[in-house]
């Protein structure tokens, strides 16, 4: 029935295909920000007796009323139920060192946003055993052990002030979620925290909403001013 009521140089896919680009233009741009929108649903409504005028409605005619209607209903929702900011928030594990994991937990807690989930021991894989009997040997007390300074581990020194024994070749593994927009260069801050021994691996969690102080910060930057 449809055919009936369409001009000769009007096909259906040729509509739908002028309709769905009408709305990809408008997606592109979003009304607050003018970033681009994801996850939005657009159903658009073409009935050809009230909106097709003959042959002088044309692909790019219905297009850009597409476009247009779709801006429209953005806006209108917009004003409605407000609109947000989303950035990517990724899974991180951060792989460094007993006399670094204070530094880099402060780096990633206040410098970057991100949120400490959890302070593990790092998996170490056991040597050849060096005495295969089952005596029980007796505890090695560290702090009556003499280690040389580690020139690249600031907490090692404070810790040795306060008369504490610090493992330095204990590793530890830090997990956190962390804004990808804060990931990127990372890997050469890590290894000047660490003395090069920090490693990290990251994985993409979800895309969350950007409030507050930093929604500020983001939008400064992205716009440039």
């Given at each position: 029935?449809?055919?009936?009521?369409?001009?000769?140089?009007?096909?259906?896919?040729?509509?739908?295909s002028a309709l769905k680009n009408g709305a990809l233009v408008a997606l592109s741009r979003g009304i607050n920000?003018?970033?681009?929108?994801?996850?939005?649903?657009?159903?658009?409504?073409?009935?050809?007796?009230?909106?097709?005028?003959?042959?002088?409605?044309?692909?790019?005619?219905?297009?850009?009323?597409?476009?247009?209607?779709?801006?429209?209903?953005?806006?209108?929702?917009?004003?409605?139920?407000?609109?947000?900011?989303?950035?990517?928030?990724?899974?991180?594990?951060?792989?460094?060192?007993?006399?670094?994991?204070?530094?880099?937990?402060?780096?990633?807690?206040?410098?970057?946003?991100?949120?400490?989930?959890?302070?593990?021991?790092?998996?170490?894989?056991?040597?050849?055993?060096?005495?295969?009997?089952?005596?029980?040997?007796?505890?090695?007390?560290?702090?009556?052990?003499?280690?040389?300074?580690?020139?690249?581990?600031?907490?090692?020194?404070?810790?040795?002030?306060?008369?504490?024994?610090?493992?330095?070749?204990?590793?530890?593994?830090?997990?956190?979620?962390?804004?990808?927009?804060?990931?990127?260069?990372?890997?050469?801050?890590?290894?000047?925290?660490?003395?090069?021994?920090?490693?990290?691996?990251?994985?993409?969690?979800?895309?969350?909403?950007?409030?507050?102080?930093?929604?500020?910060?983001?939008?400064?930057?992205?716009?440039?001013?």
């Amino acid at each position: 029935p449809w055919d009936g009521d369409l001009p000769p140089n009007l096909s259906i896919p040729l509509l739908h295909s002028a309709l769905k680009n009408g709305a990809l233009v408008a997606l592109s741009r979003g009304i607050n920000y003018a970033f681009q929108l994801h996850n939005t649903h657009v159903l658009l409504t073409l009935d050809p007796r009230k909106h097709i005028f003959g042959a002088e409605t044309t692909p790019a005619a219905l297009s850009s009323a597409a476009r247009l209607a779709t801006k429209a209903a953005l806006k209108a929702t917009a004003l409605k139920n407000g609109s947000a900011l989303m950035e990517l928030v990724m899974n991180v594990t951060v792989s460094v060192d007993e006399t670094s994991l204070g530094a880099v937990v402060n780096d990633i807690s206040s410098s970057r946003g991100g949120h400490i989930m959890s302070l593990d021991d790092a998996d170490v894989t056991s040597g050849p055993t060096v005495n295969s009997t089952h005596e029980t040997l007796p505890r090695i007390d560290i702090s009556k052990v003499y280690a040389p300074p580690d020139p690249f581990g600031s907490s090692a020194s404070q810790a040795q002030e306060q008369g504490m024994a610090v493992d330095g070749n204990r590793q530890r593994n830090i997990t956190a979620r962390v804004p990808l927009k804060e990931m990127v260069g990372y890997l050469k801050h890590l290894r000047s925290l660490t003395g090069g021994r920090g490693t990290f691996v990251m994985s993409a969690d979800r895309f969350e909403r950007v409030v507050g102080q930093r929604e500020k910060v983001l939008l400064k930057e992205l716009k440039g001013f």
